[in-house]
């Protein structure tokens, strides 16, 4: 039986784990049930693809999207592994021929969806097989506490029962230590075996701008990445279909895909998509948890996103070949009011409190002066000790002079206190802007000695404070409340003179015009948009033709066949034998059979029409 470091170079083409990778497939080898939590493009994948290649038995694999079911598959076929799928894309043949294979033994891998494990007759089929893994993707499906719970999920404790000899394995991207907690005890998993990988995607650059005149904005960002794949996330359907029509106006390659459109339109843009044949996609968050496309060089966020989960989710699709990628998001005070009417909607009080709390942190990351990835990542529970990053615009922008804010905070405690600590920030502000609304009136806080004592500033402008006072710990929002806000220790301390509150005067949301997306920060505009080694562009391009015309013939994505860091590999070493081109990242067994001599030839003519008398030296 070859070892787990065997099949990473013979099977995967890959010389070394990633961070947690080999502890992760060592638990699941010692059959130890685990719960491991690994940023998008950190390569859950292969901590159970590789176990399922040396266990005897099978692999089953949960997944919640057909699209991702796919992709897997046809990777691992590609690489020359033994998977099949069951879902409602297939036709009866096609199903029948799956099934056959799982019963006979030829399958070690069986992707398939909660609800199609969970009937009597998939059940019935799997207790004549010996299962010796249970993978769960996207886990935190599990947890009503997560941003994207699915009932399906919290039935999978049974599968567990049915096959008590089977190991599992719950994965998962983005999950707070309460999501964390839920999944563990859904499934069973002890917490001494939670392996968390870092959720610092140290490839990505972050950057948050005022929206003012955002198509301007998004036209602006996307000039500096010509022929390069992208997102463009907005709010609605009606945003998506302007926004693509306006983009695609000024000539760009772009498709648009929300849950409006019939199902054959939505599978036509995204295989375009994720084919190459289309360079942009503008979407709302239908789209994109099951994209595995590695290549992905930006990814805008045209709206406010709800919660903290779904942006790192979203950005973390841009940049998973490890390769340099950009995240931009465009900041406006007028989507938060449309995410809380959504959230006022909503019927349960617990409901809401938690997408109080989710809104809030988003709008604290947005706000943020200090390095993006000090409230990105301190968010899921993980110490970050360093200052700056340097690939964030915070870190990039010169350094604002800080500002005495206490007297501010003293105006806005002294209202909370005068108001019980039982109301949330925007009826303080009214109070304190002197309000006549219904509520202030009902209360009689039109009577209070804090009314209308901060006119000086305008709403926006209180809130933008408030986000800061949250940010210096001196109230925080309480969790047994909806919306509440509570004193801290520190609120004590300045309320008692013993402290101050620094910060950053707060400015007026900018007037809606065409601008730049530099946002008043230093432009990236010389950054390099795929890799700053330096390579051969000319080559890499004769390189991604034929990995197009492959992938084309195959009718598979272009990154089954390589992705753009085994071409870019290729065009800085340009392998001229099959035994160099075997080194090169990403190239197996299988692939150096499969294409090994096709490659070596292109960039072995390629080099003698450089140099003649150079090549095989």
């Given at each position: 039986?070859?070892?787990?470091?065997?099949?990473?170079?013979?099977?995967?083409?890959?010389?070394?784990?990633?961070?947690?990778?080999?502890?992760?497939?060592?638990?699941?080898?010692?059959?130890?049930?685990?719960?491991?939590?690994?940023?998008?493009?950190?390569?859950?994948?292969?901590?159970?693809?590789?176990?399922?290649?040396?266990?005897?038995?099978?692999?089953?694999?949960?997944?919640?999207?057909?699209?991702?079911?796919?992709?897997?598959?046809?990777?691992?076929?590609?690489?020359?592994?033994?998977?099949?799928?069951?879902?409602?894309?297939?036709?009866?043949?096609?199903?029948?021929?799956?099934?056959?294979?799982?019963?006979?033994?030829?399958?070690?891998?069986?992707?398939?969806?909660?609800?199609?494990?969970?009937?009597?007759?998939?059940?019935?089929?799997?207790?004549?097989?010996?299962?010796?893994?249970?993978?769960?993707?996207?886990?935190?499906?599990?947890?009503?506490?997560?941003?994207?719970?699915?009932?399906?999920?919290?039935?999978?404790?049974?599968?567990?029962?049915?096959?008590?000899?089977?190991?599992?394995?719950?994965?998962?991207?983005?999950?707070?230590?309460?999501?964390?907690?839920?999944?563990?005890?859904?499934?069973?998993?002890?917490?001494?075996?939670?392996?968390?990988?870092?959720?610092?995607?140290?490839?990505?650059?972050?950057?948050?701008?005022?929206?003012?005149?955002?198509?301007?904005?998004?036209?602006?960002?996307?000039?500096?990445?010509?022929?390069?794949?992208?997102?463009?996330?907005?709010?609605?359907?009606?945003?998506?279909?302007?926004?693509?029509?306006?983009?695609?106006?000024?000539?760009f390659s772009v498709r648009p895909y929300?849950?409006?459109?019939?199902?054959?339109?939505?599978?036509?843009?995204?295989?375009?998509?994720?084919?190459?044949?289309?360079?942009?996609?503008?979407?709302?968050?239908?789209?994109?948890?099951?994209?595995?496309?590695?290549?992905?060089?930006?990814?805008?966020?045209?709206?406010?996103?709800?919660?903290?989960?779904?942006?790192?989710?979203?950005?973390?699709?841009?940049?998973?070949?490890?390769?340099?990628?950009?995240?931009?998001?465009?900041?406006?005070?007028?989507?938060?009011?449309?995410?809380?009417?959504?959230?006022?909607?909503?019927?349960?009080?617990?409901?809401?409190?938690?997408?109080?709390?989710?809104?809030?942190?988003?709008?604290?990351?947005?706000?943020?002066?200090?390095?993006?990835?000090?409230?990105?990542?301190?968010?899921?529970?993980?110490?970050?000790?360093?200052?700056?990053?340097?690939?964030?615009?915070?870190?990039?922008?010169?350094?604002?002079?800080?500002?005495?804010?206490?007297?501010?905070?003293?105006?806005?405690?002294?209202?909370?206190?005068?108001?019980?600590?039982?109301?949330?920030?925007?009826?303080?502000?009214?109070?304190?802007?002197?309000?006549?609304?219904?509520?202030?009136?009902?209360?009689?806080?039109?009577?209070?000695?804090?009314?209308?004592?901060?006119?000086?500033?305008?709403?926006?402008?209180?809130?933008?404070?408030?986000?800061?006072?949250?940010?210096?710990?001196?109230?925080r929002p309480d969790e047994e409340a909806?919306?509440?806000?509570?004193?801290?220790?520190?609120?004590?301390?300045?309320?008692?003179?013993?402290?101050?509150?620094?910060?950053?005067?707060?400015?007026?949301?900018?007037?809606?015009?065409?601008?730049?997306?530099?946002?008043?920060?230093?432009?990236?505009?010389?950054?390099?948009?795929?890799?700053?080694?330096?390579?051969?562009?000319?080559?890499?391009?004769?390189?991604?033709?034929?990995?197009?015309?492959?992938?084309?013939?195959?009718?598979?994505?272009?990154?089954?066949?390589?992705?753009?860091?085994?071409?870019?590999?290729?065009?800085?070493?340009?392998?001229?034998?099959?035994?160099?081109?075997?080194?090169?990242?990403?190239?197996?067994?299988?692939?150096?059979?499969?294409?090994?001599?096709?490659?070596?030839?292109?960039?072995?003519?390629?080099?003698?029409?450089?140099?003649?008398?150079?090549?095989?030296?």
């Amino acid at each position: 039986m070859p070892t787990a470091n065997e099949i990473l170079k013979k099977v995967f083409g890959y010389d070394s784990f990633r961070p947690l990778q080999e502890a992760c497939i060592r638990s699941v080898l010692g059959r130890t049930d685990t719960l491991l939590i690994m940023p998008t493009g950190g390569g859950k994948s292969l901590c159970y693809q590789i176990p399922a290649l040396m266990f005897r038995g099978l692999t089953v694999v949960v997944s919640p999207l057909i699209s991702l079911m796919q992709d897997q598959v046809s990777q691992l076929r590609a690489l020359g592994a033994q998977a099949v799928l069951l879902n409602s894309s297939l036709d009866e043949l096609e199903y029948s021929e799956n099934l056959d294979a799982v019963l006979a033994g030829k399958a070690k891998l069986l992707y398939l969806a909660p609800e199609t494990l969970l009937k009597p007759d998939i059940m019935e089929t799997l207790a004549q097989v010996n299962v010796d893994c249970l993978a769960i993707d996207e886990a935190h499906c599990i947890s009503d506490w997560g941003h994207d719970f699915r009932p399906e999920y919290r039935q999978l404790f049974r599968v567990r029962s049915l096959f008590p000899k089977a190991v599992c394995l719950a994965m998962t991207a983005t999950a707070t230590p309460r999501v964390r907690k839920d999944i563990r005890e859904n499934l069973k998993i002890r917490e001494q075996n939670e392996l968390i990988a870092s959720f610092n995607r140290s490839n990505l650059f972050y950057e948050v701008i005022p929206k003012a005149g955002p198509l301007g904005q998004t036209l602006d960002f996307l000039k500096r990445f010509p022929n390069q794949s992208g997102i463009v996330y907005c709010f609605s359907r009606r945003q998506v279909e302007s926004v693509a029509e306006g983009l695609k106006e000024k000539g760009f390659s772009v498709r648009p895909y929300h849950a409006g459109l019939p199902d054959e339109v939505r599978k036509e843009n995204q295989e375009r998509f994720i084919r190459d044949d289309v360079q942009i996609m503008v979407a709302t968050i239908a789209f994109g948890m099951g994209i595995n496309k590695p290549n992905v060089r930006f990814v805008v966020h045209y709206d406010l996103p709800k919660n903290i989960e779904s942006y790192y989710q979203e950005t973390g699709r841009a940049g998973r070949d490890g390769l340099a990628a950009h995240c931009l998001l465009l900041f406006g005070y007028g989507d938060i009011h449309n995410i809380r009417y959504l959230i006022d909607q909503k019927t349960g009080d617990t409901e809401k409190q938690a997408a109080a709390m989710h809104l809030n942190a988003m709008i604290r990351y947005a706000e943020a002066e200090v390095c993006r990835r000090v409230p990105l990542i301190t968010y899921f529970g993980e110490k970050y000790d360093r200052e700056r990053c340097d690939l964030c615009d915070n870190c990039q922008a010169p350094k604002k002079a800080s500002v005495d804010l206490t007297e501010a905070a003293l105006k806005f405690l002294s209202c909370m206190h005068q108001t019980g600590q039982r109301f949330g920030a925007g009826h303080v502000i009214d109070i304190l802007r002197g309000s006549s609304s219904e509520k202030v009136r009902k209360f009689n806080h039109d009577r209070l000695e804090a009314y209308g004592r901060g006119k000086e500033n305008s709403t926006k402008q209180w809130q933008a404070l408030v986000r800061q006072f949250i940010q210096n710990n001196i109230i925080r929002p309480d969790e047994e409340a909806y919306g509440a806000l509570k004193f801290t220790v520190k609120a004590r301390e300045v309320i008692n003179g013993e402290a101050k509150i620094f910060g950053y005067p707060p400015v007026a949301e900018p007037p809606a015009k065409g601008g730049s997306a530099s946002g008043g920060k230093p432009k990236q505009e010389k950054r390099q948009a795929i890799d700053s080694r330096e390579y051969d562009e000319k080559l890499f391009e004769l390189l991604r033709k034929k990995r197009k015309e492959l992938s084309d013939r195959a009718n598979v994505p272009p990154y089954v066949i390589f992705s753009d860091k085994s071409l870019i590999e290729m065009s800085i070493y340009r392998p001229q034998s099959i035994a160099d081109f075997s080194h090169i990242y990403g190239v197996g067994a299988k692939k150096l059979e499969s294409f090994g001599e096709i490659f070596v030839t292109l960039i072995r003519d390629y080099c003698q029409s450089l140099h003649p008398k150079l090549v095989g030296r």
